[in-house]
């Protein structure tokens, strides 16, 4: 069953943002940590950036000062604001819960489509 829903993908020119979110479904949000991920034709999915369950972040270097995960409990919400979109951010980004050896029976869902034009 779907636990995690992304949206918030679209179209964009290289410097501009986008504000992806992750909504928590049937799942003790704030007991589990949530990352994104994102993956483009041909190329292995990678880990953009990860929220514990105790609020620490994790970033891959090339995205560091550019995109920022937060969640709001309360919303069962994860976000990714990402800022000064580069070409190379295009792929499809994906939520899941964080860290995946933890959860090895998740499955990945359909995730949000981003496009940085130059």
């Known amino acids: 069953q779907v636990q995690l829903v992304e949206s918030g993908g679209g179209l964009v020119q290289a410097g501009g943002s986008l504000r992806l979110s992750c909504v928590a479904f049937e799942s003790s949000f704030s007991a589990n940590g949530i990352g994104w991920y994102r993956q483009a034709p041909g190329k292995q999915r990678e880990l953009v950036a990860g929220i514990t369950s105790g609020g620490n972040t994790n970033y891959r270097n090339s995205v560091k000062g550019r995109f920022t995960i937060s969640r709001d409990i309360a919303k069962k919400t994860v976000y990714l604001q990402m800022n000064s979109l580069k070409p190379e951010d295009t792929g499809v980004y994906y939520c899941?819960?964080?860290?995946?050896?933890?959860?090895?029976?998740?499955?990945w869902g359909q995730g949000t489509q981003v496009t940085v034009s130059s």
């Open positions: 899941r819960f964080y860290p995946l050896e933890w959860y090895p029976g998740d499955t």
